[in-house]
């Protein structure tokens, strides 16, 4: 893998996003897509070897496009500053809890897992299960694997609902859970850790880590188990 290139074509991205720029690197950004791809190929595989929701996922099933297809009309930059994948059942766009790995320099690289964008029905399931399972949910955000790797634990520093969500009174003990719009943990990598020799090791056994929580949220949906 050559992921030295690819965090030096992302620099050079960052500091030129514009669609001419790319026209005249194409063959520079074929390149750095590459070495992501080659990434996510060889976490891909692993990871699917154990988990069944990963088995038959392609990296075209998984990867992201780098050109902002949702992009607001004051966004002056048509490419995002990341390259990455996310890894769930149905594919990178599938309405799941899943894996997403993301590399951008300068210390930014990511690794998350669980759900950042759910829809109305998976947030909502995501609370029942809580909800009716509470004692394993808090057993499994506070396990000492997945903290370990995600020391940050369960993300609750993103958009929340002020008030408790229709249904639930406002002193259910799990309220500051229950108000989350995303159910997530992550953790970001510096430019020396992504190009370690481990650096896939440490991907794979993060991922590891944190599945039991993943899984916990599919198994909230209809068909989930």
């Not at 809890?97 to 829809?119: D, R």
């Not at 909800?131 to 955000?141: G, I, M, Q, T, V």
């Amino acid at each position: 893998m050559e992921l030295n290139y690819l965090l030096d074509f992302m620099a050079r991205l960052a500091a030129n996003n514009t669609t001419a720029w790319m026209a005249e690197h194409r063959s520079d950004y074929q390149r750095a897509r590459a070495a992501c791809t080659e990434l996510v190929r060889q976490v891909l595989a692993r990871v699917a070897a154990t988990d069944p929701d990963l088995a038959n996922l392609t990296t075209t099933d998984v990867m992201f496009r780098l050109h902002k297809n949702d992009r607001a009309h004051r966004d002056p930059e048509p490419y995002k500053r990341r390259m990455g994948a996310g890894l769930k059942r149905g594919g990178r766009h599938a309405p799941r809890a899943g894996y997403f790995i993301a590399i951008q320099p300068e210390g930014k690289s990511w690794l998350g897992a669980g759900t950042f964008h759910p829809t109305p029905e998976l947030l909502a399931a995501i609370r029942q299960e809580i909800h009716y399972s509470s004692d394993e949910f808090h057993r499994l955000r506070q396990a000492p694997e997945l903290l370990r790797y995600f020391p940050d634990g369960l993300d609750t520093t993103g958009p929340q609902l002020t008030r408790p969500p229709r249904g639930y009174a406002a002193d259910d003990p799990d309220l500051t859970w229950l108000r989350l719009k995303t159910f997530g943990v992550g953790r970001f990598y510096t430019d020396a850790e992504v190009l370690a020799p481990d650096f896939v090791d440490q991907l794979v056994a993060a991922i590891g880590a944190a599945r039991p929580l993943v899984d916990f949220f599919n198994e909230a949906l209809p068909g989930g188990e």
